[in-house]
């Protein structure tokens, strides 16, 4: 079928998207009410998130370009449309720098507009520069200037734990940033983006007057595509997205919203999708992991090496303080804090009650992603193996092997190095025990994109629920204990309770790991009412 709409998927510039008649979610009316109430703005928020769009929006503002913003909510509200000299910093062009690669190209960056505005030759540091800059610009034009710093943490992300680089990065910024307190007299906005919350002690220290609205309810929506977005707006792009992969519209829904949707960033946050991967899953037909496709963040990675790697998923479902993980990232004891900022785990829900949050894992493709780019290394294999392992599970689980999937994953088991974890953790019950209960969640949790798997929590409920057409499969895990004593674990506490009466088959099985063969050795396997179906006993083997 051919498609009747385009999308922006390689593109943020809004004069091209708009130009060009590309699909866009018009949020103008939030951005008229930003500028109209503040003047110091800085807004966290996830890579491909839109962020940029929006400094490139705000960009054709404040230059007065009312023909590009006709039709559009903003049209009706702004009436003076006045021309302000903007100048615009895309701070990425720093990322992966040296300090003097860095400030030869922040200076670069300056003297775009120096060539607009002119540059006085005394002024030789980017702060200097920086300065002397807004003071020509306010005069060159009468009219107070516009700064728009996008990304602004790209410069330090991939330092956090580089001190000396970290503080000597830190310095230059800080003479750069720190301009933009000093002066406000000649300063009629400034927006600041990023992925970090790298506190404002450290880099904006004089610029007290910065307001992060990141976490505001009124502007939860302002980046990404709200529920009710896709819900008016969108709607015939996912009718059309429907009709090209066979589904309903309903169905199609449910599929945007469990592989893209679950992002919230404020006590009652609007309901939010991924826009990078919903728009590419649009346009490519395509319910793909496009967010970790179009790059990894490496210094994520970089980052978790200096963690427990495993610790990474015992964050989904913590509950914090806003003040636990909104922490700087370079004074944080755990990742928790950059996870989320980054976008790998996201505000679920929000306690009146006791001033806490909730944060999870926000979607399908953000945990497929997360595992897939952390289970090579955690586990010392190969993609290959693990897509391999991955993909003969799934196909068994789907005939209702689950027996054969077992038997898959206690091979994939045997190849595991045993320095994987310390001798110091092995020798506790409870590290060897976390750590098969890891293992069994990253290799279930890969399934989620062959068969519908719904990983529990460690903590006091089942290890593993699969679900397939037919067949609900209840697994628990023990270590250094019995099958039995699973199976009784899974009864006791109901886990198989709320699958009973929809008309698949519940099929409950036991699995026992001991630590000196370091493998699964014994699975027993029940039907709902607890008859045994197959027990697998290799101890003796």
Same mark, same amino acid.
Not at 117 to 143: Q, S, V
Not at 282 to 308: C, I, M, Q, V
Not at 317 to 329: K, L, Q, R, S, T
């Given at each position: ?19 060009? #008649?590309?699909?866009?979610?018009? /949020? ?50 702004? /009436?003076?449309?006045? %021309? ?30 120096? /060539? ?25 034009? @009468? ?5 728009? &710093? ?15 680089? &970290?503080?000597?990065?830190?310095? $230059? ?10 002066? @406000? ?69 449910? $599929? ?23 728009? %590419? ?5 395509? $319910? ?6 179009? #790059? ?5 990675? %970089? ?65 497929? @992603? ?69 293992? &069994?969640?990253?290799?279930?949790? $890969? ?8 990983? /529990? ?85």
């Amino acid at each position: 079928m051919q498609k009747k709409f385009s999308y922006p998927v390689d593109i943020d510039q809004f004069e091209q998207i708009i130009r060009q #008649g590309k699909v866009y979610v018009d /949020k103008t009316d939030l951005m008229f009410n930003l500028v109209s109430n503040y003047t110091y703005v800085f807004l966290a928020r996830p890579r491909r998130f839109g962020k940029s769009l929006l400094c490139n929006t705000l960009h054709a503002y404040f230059d007065g370009k009312k023909e590009l913003f006709e039709g559009l909510k903003i049209a009706e509200l702004e /009436k003076q449309w006045d %021309k302000h000299p903007v100048l615009h910093f895309i701070m990425s062009g720093l990322k992966n720098c040296t300090i003097a690669e860095a400030r030869s190209t922040l200076e670069n960056f300056i003297h775009t507009y120096e /060539k607009e505005y002119g540059r006085d030759e005394m002024e030789n540091t980017p702060g200097a520069r920086f300065r002397g800059l807004i003071h020509r610009a306010y005069e060159k034009t @009468g009219k107070k200037v516009v700064i728009i &710093l996008d990304e602004y943490d790209s410069p330090i992300t991939r330092l956090l734990h580089e001190h000396k680089d &970290l503080e000597e990065m830190r310095s $230059l910024l800080r003479n750069f940033y720190q301009v933009l307190k000093d002066e @406000g007299e000649y300063i009629r906005f400034v927006f600041i983006t990023g992925i970090t919350k790298f506190s404002q002690l450290s880099i904006f220290s004089e610029l007290n007057n910065l307001n992060n609205i990141s976490m505001i309810d009124d502007y939860s929506g302002l980046c990404g595509i709200t529920q009710e977005e896709l819900d008016t707006v969108l709607r015939p792009c996912v009718e059309e997205f429907a009709q090209n992969i066979g589904v309903s519209t309903e169905e199609a829904y449910n $599929l945007l919203k469990k592989q893209y949707d679950g992002y919230h960033f404020s006590k009652n946050s609007k309901d939010v999708y991924a826009p990078f991967s919903l728009l %590419k899953c649009l346009n490519d037909r395509d $319910l793909n992991n496009y967010w970790f496709e179009a #790059g990894t963040s490496l210094s994520l990675l %970089k980052y978790l090496e200096h963690y427990p790697l495993r610790n990474a998923f015992e964050y989904d479902g913590i509950e914090v303080d806003v003040d636990e993980f909104n922490i700087p990232c370079e004074d944080a004891e755990t990742p928790m804090p950059l996870l989320y900022q980054s976008g790998y785990l996201s505000i679920d829900t929000y306690s009146k009650r006791f001033n806490t949050y909730t944060l999870r894992i926000p979607n399908r493709e953000v945990k497929t @992603g997360l595992i897939k780019c952390l289970m090579p290394i955690l586990m010392h294999s190969t993609t290959n193996e693990g897509n391999t392992t991955i993909t003969n599970m799934a196909k068994a689980i789907r005939r209702g092997d689950l027996s054969q999937a077992l038997v898959c994953l206690r091979s994939y088991i045997a190849g595991i190095p045993y320095d994987i974890i310390t001798k110091e953790e092995w020798d506790k019950k409870e590290g060897r025990e976390n750590f098969y209960k890891l293992l &069994l969640y990253l290799v279930f949790s $890969l399934l989620n994109s062959k068969v519908d798997v719904e990983v /529990k929590s460690i903590l006091g409920r089942a290890d593993v629920v699969v679900q397939t057409e037919d067949d609900v499969f209840v697994i628990e895990l023990k270590v250094d204990d019995t099958v039995k004593a699973a199976l009784a674990q899974i009864d006791e506490k109901d886990y198989a309770i709320q699958w009973s009466a929809d008309g698949r088959k519940v099929t409950k099985c036991g699995v026992s790991i001991t630590s000196d063969k370091r493998n699964i050795t014994h699975w027993r396997i029940t039907d709902a009412d607890g008859n045994v179906v197959e027990d697998k006993n290799f101890k003796e083997q």
